[in-house]
């Protein structure tokens, strides 16, 4: 009776080693995704011109020679302005977005350069002002050193890619549009500045900082 007992309780504790070892292994099987936010962006701000060009819209800068001439931004472009609309998701610290951007591009009426006299490529006096603008569909990859779900505030980087069309319209003339390509350099900073209840959103201030580091070469480059 005593050796039956005592199987008996060993039965016991093998089987509750087992049901122990049988839980833990099946829920060692069951991982937790990463959340993801879904965010909906509205920005604006200055848009200022750098690189070289051989002209401006459809406008190509020629010689006497007949050779192209290339002009710095400072001596092309004043300082724009643009705003766009992003809606993307972000998984942990990663933020994938697709959006459209608009950039209203101002050149200056005269162009001065060193060894050439002034001209004006377009002729301000003209009975129709012509108008530059940049549209783009702007697709982009953001990483974030802190998780903007758990702590307050977050500096980014990352990169873009903006695919669109440079517009040059005149009142009573046909509108000329180029297709134009550029890449960028993103960085900033994210601040929370509310959160909903429980914590399932917040909303957020942002600094967006972007610099065209490569694009067409009939497209002004912004930073």
Known sequence: MKLRKVSDILALVLLVISFSLLSESSTAGIERTAKRWYMFDIYGGTSMAHGEYEGIGATTFITESGNSLKIGADDLYEDGTHFGVDYGMMRTRTLFSLGFRYTDIEYKDVVIVSGYMPFLPFDPYAPSNVNLTQWDVDVTVHH??????????SPYMGVGMQVGATSQTADGFNSINRSTF???????????????EGGRSFVTLSSVNSYQFVGT???????
């Open 144 to 153: 974030y050193l802190a998780n903007l779900s758990l702590h307050s505030a």
């Open 182 to 196: 550029a890449l960028s350099l993103d960085f900033g900073a994210d601040v929370k500045v509310s959160s909903g």
């Open 217 to 223: 070469s009939d497209r002004p480059k912004y930073l």
